[in-house]
């Protein structure tokens, strides 16, 4: 049964960085059927997708982030990783990995496994 | 950019009522639509697909209406279990993309 696992730290000061790992288990990341996601959610707001990649590196950004966002990709770890530049407090949110199904380029479905999340706090 | 509405923001219902839950977007998305269950402190969960699609192991309770830029979520018979925030979610493949709606609270009565 393929799961997903966010990791990272749960406290960022403001102008720094935010790094964030998911590991996928029981399940390659290298899959041809399957782009990987990073969505967030604020305390007590709703959900924002924040962009995807393919194994093969091929990534997509939400424009309102795009600036401050780079997805990467280690299919010898199975993992995919966020970072998001000159956070605010903005920024603070239970941040999640999510499947993202395809068939030949296109998106299939919806975002069908989720890691559970993480909390990250922007704060001095 | 397309935006998605949903009505209403919350609702509280009794149990084995019929419950239902618009979405709209601000331009037509065609089928592109997939709705989701949050419960508290938990990750959303994919119930209905391409409109109306029910994903495997969804009780059949659940189902999914709409094309275009209207669309209806609804729960036959509402649950104790069915206590969520529900959200709808856009999808388009030029570029590749997602948006959700605000999300409709859904409350035992």
């Known amino acids: 049964q393929l799961q997903l696992q966010e990791s990272g730290p749960g406290l960022v000061k403001p102008s720094e960085t935010l790094s964030l790992t998911c590991t996928v288990s029981g399940g390659s990341i290298s899959s041809s059927s399957y782009y990987w996601g990073w969505i967030r959610q604020p305390p007590g707001k709703g959900l924002e997708w924040i962009g995807s990649?393919?194994?093969?590196?091929?990534?997509y950004y939400n424009p309102s982030l795009k600036s401050r966002v780079t997805i990467s990709v280690d299919t010898s770890k199975n993992q995919f990783s966020l970072k998001l530049s000159s956070v605010t407090a903005a920024d603070t949110a239970v941040y999640y990995c999510?499947?993202?199904?395809?068939?030949?380029?296109?998106?299939?479905?919806?975002?069908?496994?989720w890691g559970q999340g993480t909390t990250v706090t922007v704060s001095s | 950019d397309i935006q998605m509405t949903q009505s209403p923001s919350s609702l509280s219902a009794s149990v084995g009522d019929r419950v239902t839950i618009t979405c709209q977007a601000s331009q037509d998305i065609s089928n592109y639509l997939n709705w989701y269950q949050q419960k508290p402190g938990k990750a959303p969960k994919l119930l209905i697909y391409d409109a109306s699609n029910l994903e495997t192991g969804v009780p059949s309770r659940f189902s999914g209406s709409g094309s275009g830029t209207d669309f209806t979520f609804t729960i036959s018979s509402l649950q104790p279990e069915d206590i969520a925030t529900y959200y709808c979610q856009q999808y388009d493949n030029l570029p590749r993309g997602f948006t959700f709606g605000p999300g409709t609270k859904v409350d035992i009565k």
């Open positions: 990649i393919y194994y093969s590196g091929s990534t």
């Open positions: 999510a499947r993202e199904p395809m068939v030949r380029g296109v998106i299939k479905d919806g975002m069908d496994v």
